[in-house]
């Protein structure tokens, strides 16, 4: 596809009660635009779908006018709102018109200043998880956390983007196809996601969002294979992922075991709900500047359309679960602490060994020097 930002507006350009600033970006299924509203005066964010791609496969469609729909719906202040949408004829465009978010992404931010602090890290973590836990109070799974898809604010707000390929589980998956494409991107796909994308909850965006936790503290993913078929045997492999003190040192147990909770390959021995991560990082300290409004709270304000969304919530599903560390008993996660915490030892022990004969050899050769 050889068509570039200008191909589809030019600045200046009048469209539905907009006017085209300038362009922003585009990917491989379309571009964005920051336009401003003739009337309001405010900027916003257009998305636009390439014709050729909309031509070529429907699913992108549906796609598309899914993330649109999900979007009005879910209102949270860390998710993007989508304010309209249409297809017009004229340029035979699908667009949708969203919140614009001035800074960059999450990705932008790992490359500028490479690893986070933890309090840094865990803010990010606690302000995409509340916009999840917003989200799987709809029974909606995301099913592409990743440090693209993450928005950061001058003022230090968290927006996550990209409804695109989220799953309402309720309403069943408009978007499976008969091959069962795996949806999401390979280095923060979970290993369920990875073997099927239709059979996916939320502790898939819970791995996904541990992965991002990982990359911000350690500066790089668990695994960093840039073959495809290598990477995703890492991912489907039984070994849990890295310890991520093993890249960098100096990260808190307890904050090293919530990464390890939340990126279990076995999803039924991982975190979850977002609820118990937000409780985890509340109860280490971490990442409470940042007050975040319940999943009741977002409920309460939906709209009078949502009632058939919210339909069968009550049912049944997995991710209502809290995560008490304390009364943990999964075996894996013993030995992992304890196992760092003898290596942690054992360094210690190496680290005052080699100061004692530094020390030695020191004495040493001022005793011979004073006998000479």
């Known amino acids: 596809m050889g068509e570039t930002l200008s191909d589809f507006f030019q600045p200046g350009e009048h469209f539905h009660g907009y006017v085209i600033e300038r362009g922003l970006g585009r990917g491989a299924a379309g571009a964005v635009y920051l336009v401003r509203h003739e009337v309001l005066d405010t900027l916003y964010a257009l998305k636009v779908l390439s014709p050729d791609v909309a031509d070529a496969d429907v699913t992108f469609v549906k796609r598309f006018l899914r993330e649109a729909r999900l979007a009005t719906r879910i209102r949270h202040p860390n998710l993007v709102t989508v304010h309209d949408c249409g297809h017009d004829s004229e340029k035979n465009l699908y667009y949708l018109v969203m919140d614009y978010v001035p800074g960059g992404s999450l990705r932008d931010e790992i490359a500028i200043g490479g690893k986070f602090t933890v309090e840094h890290a865990a803010e990010v973590v606690m302000q995409v998880a509340s916009a999840l836990d917003a ?23 968290v927006k996550l983007v990209d409804l695109g390929i989220a799953k309402a589980q309720n309403l069943g998956d408009s978007l499976r196809t008969n091959t069962d494409n795996v949806f999401g991107t390979p280095s923060y796909v979970s290993p369920e996601q990875a073997q099927c ?55 808190p147990a307890e904050v090293a075991v919530l990464v390890r909770r939340m990126t279990m390959k076995d999803r039924d021995r991982r975190i979850s709900s977002f609820a118990a991560v937000i409780k985890e990082l509340n109860r280490l300290g971490l990442g409470q500047s940042y007050t975040a409004p319940s999943a009741s709270e977002i ?34 996660v013993r030995q992992f602490v304890q196992t760092r915490n003898k290596m942690q030892h054992t360094k210690k022990v190496v680290r005052i060994a080699v100061v004692v004969v530094v020390l030695a050899v020191i004495v040493s050769l001022a005793v011979v020097a004073l006998c000479s």
């Open 135 to 157: 989200a799987q109070a709809y029974q909606v799974v995301h099913r592409d956390i990743k440090p693209e898809n993450i928005m950061i604010q001058p003022d230090g707000r």
């Open 299 to 332: 409920i309460a304000k939906r709209e009078v359309g949502m009632k058939t969304l919210l339909s069968g919530l009550n049912a049944p599903s997995h991710g209502t679960a809290d995560y008490d560390p304390a009364a943990d008993d999964d075996a894996e």
């Open 197 to 251: 994308s239709a059979d996916v909850d939320v502790r898939a965006d819970i791995y996904s969002l541990g992965i991002v936790f990982f990359e911000m503290l350690a500066g790089r993913c668990p695994y960093d294979e840039r073959n495809p078929a290598q990477l995703l045997a890492k991912i489907l492999s039984d070994d849990p992922i890295p310890d991520v003190r093993d890249i960098c040192s100096g990260i």
